[in-house]
């Protein structure tokens, strides 16, 4: 075989290149492939162009080494590629919440062998106006917060970044909301008061594994996450059940599935009212978005034993 290894060496400091580097020599020493070219990040957008690239039966795998920004990339860079490709995940960056919600391994012995294996699955992966993403697509709060952790901090602090962050964030925090208006695939149209959503393709969103308890990465669907307008003591005890789960059925949480949601406002915006969005971490402005699923779009390498 012969492989493409896309590293962001910023992701996870030393320590992306070393699991990299570690894997990729036990599969050429074990003679799983006879190849593999390594191509290092040096700024946005080089791990996009870099897999939009690769043209059909260039590469028997693209392996993707760093956060969910990385692997975003390198999906979108394969979409434009129009190959099916298959895509390897090395989750070293700061969260990597697919390769967490996948069980997908860390380990370089254990990443060799999934190559060697080469078992492969069909994913969904999600579209939020002209971009893709590969996990979530979100607004609100959780977006406002992602945009303002540097890649600096991400670096040097990892999941405690988006924590301290957040922290400072709720102390100033007046938990203010904006009507939305949500048009689903079977043209169920509701309107809400949104502190934030999410769109998710798994169950794992901002290093919180359970908020999407019922997505699944091949259903043809996404998630859809609402938390409305809440006051300031029920965040605690929300915030408890969404990390077991069982926040779905609270009156606070709107839990939904469809294929594509439009969003827009339902009323018009205040001076300066601003709703940002992101797709995997991504900065992605504000509302209107439009954001549907694309089926089995990317061919991924996991584990035999996983049940994706």
Known sequence: MKGLAIINPSSGKQNVQRIAIDSIDRILTRGIAEEVTIFYTQKK????????????????????????????????????SGTQTPLVIIGAGTTNDF??????????EDIANMIKEMNTEKVDIGKMNNKYFLNVAAGGLLSEVAHKVTPDLKTSFGKLAYYIAGIKDLSQLKLDTVPLRFELDDGTVFEEDVFLFVVANTCSVGGFANICPHAKTNDGVLDICIIKKIAPLDILPLGIKIQVGSHIDDPHVKYIQSSSVKITRASEPVEDENFPVDYDGEN?????????????????????????
Request: hydrophobic residues 45%; proline residues 7%; glycine residues 10%.
């Open 45 to 80: 957008d080089d791990a996009e162009n870099r897999a939009a690239a690769i043209t059909e039966g260039e590469f028997d795998f693209v392996m993707a080494v760093g956060g969910d920004g990385t692997v975003n990339e390198v999906v979108n860079g394969l979409v434009r």
């Open 99 to 108: 390769a967490t919600a996948l069980k997908l391994p860390v380990y370089p």
């Open 284 to 308: 992605g402005g504000t509302i209107p978005v439009v954001i549907s699923t694309l089926k089995e779009a990317i061919t991924l390498v996991i584990p035999p034993c996983n049940n994706y």
